[in-house]
């Protein structure tokens, strides 16, 4: 079946590629119309305010750690955008004084630059982020063994083998890029053996932790959202956690709360798990096939699909 070529990104997939009609669909749900999109393993939750979708948030960090002790340790994935619940889950560790020896957590992805993973002490580092942002705001005496941190770098074998090792993962959050991403699960150049059709959902499900090059609609949304814009300064390429561990994960946790992604994004993907219409033009849709699937949305930032002139 012919394809239709990217108009952003030529020589990529992405959801421009899908069908017009399903596009043109999705383009008139209306916010409310996401709520019944829920279906058993896929469920649809909205927040009111910003501070309410924030702390449930962070609050799943917690629910996670919680669930560790020393005979089943157990941890969570999580992503940089957001990272507004960050200091959140230092505070509430702290006000609830919760012993995190037996937790883990997993950092979900980190740029690759110049045959490495970002120094940790470089501004967009994913890992100092997590780090500024949540572990080092933990009080010493509560903090996780140092072992118990998973960042993923260059060479990937560690942090692979880090999710082989008998640690429940309770729950991977994640946002959605503009290219309907998680973590950077990117859309494949149309090139190869991909030049007529992107690989098939089984293909990309095969996919573990990986260097990966980089749609250049994410770069621009790194840029816009970490490096104001000086889209020079993104690395094309980053290290993702892969669909093998995000099926290990007994829970993925989406958080939508309208800067990471339009209107129009915030819903193709909700649309696509729900129907179980899975293409790795958008990879977010793959979700469709796993058991646990949570979309959460801040409600003020949901917005609607209609023309507007500024």
């Not at 399903?22 to 749900?29: E, N, P, Q, S």
Request: glycine content about 6%.
């Amino acid at each position: 079946m012919f394809r239709k070529t990217s108009m952003l990104a030529p020589g990529w997939w992405d959801f421009t590629t899908l069908d017009s009609v399903l596009l043109k669909d999705v383009a008139k749900l209306r916010a409310n119309d996401l709520l019944q999109l829920s279906r058993e393993g896929f469920k649809v939750v909205f927040y009111d305010t910003i501070e309410d979708f924030y702390l449930a948030e962070a609050l799943e960090y917690i629910a996670a750690w919680r669930q560790a002790t020393a005979d089943e340790p157990a941890g969570i994935c999580g992503p940089i955008g957001p990272t507004e619940q960050l200091p959140l889950v230092a505070r509430l560790v702290n006000e609830f004084k919760l012993d995190l020896s037996d937790a883990h957590f997993w950092g979900m992805d980190e740029w690759f630059h110049k045959g490495k993973e970002l120094d940790p002490s470089h501004p967009l580092s994913f890992e100092k982020a997590d780090r500024d942002l949540c572990f080092n705001r933990i009080l010493p005496e509560l903090r996780m063994p140092e072992e118990n941190l998973h960042f993923p770098k260059a060479d990937v074998t560690e942090y692979i083998d880090s999710w082989q090792k008998g640690v429940r993962c309770v729950v991977m959050q994640g946002g959605q890029g503009e290219v309907k991403h998680w973590a950077f699960n990117d859309p494949l150049k149309r090139e190869g053996k991909y030049t007529d059709a992107p690989p098939s959902p089984e293909e990309y499900r095969k996919l573990t932790t990986r260097i990966v090059d980089l749609h250049p609609v994410t770069c621009m949304q790194n840029a816009r959202t970490s490096a104001g814009g000086v889209v020079t300064d993104i690395p094309t390429q980053a290290i993702t956690v892969g669909p093998v561990q995000t099926w290990m994960a007994e829970k993925v946790s989406i958080w939508h709360a309208g800067m990471h992604d339009n209107p129009f994004g915030q819903r193709l993907t909700a649309f696509m798990i729900s129907k179980r219409i899975t293409d790795t033009a958008v990879p977010m849709s793959l979700l469709a096939d796993h058991p646990n699937v949570q979309f959460n949305y801040y409600r003020g930032g949901l917005g609607e699909c209609e023309t507007e002139m500024h």
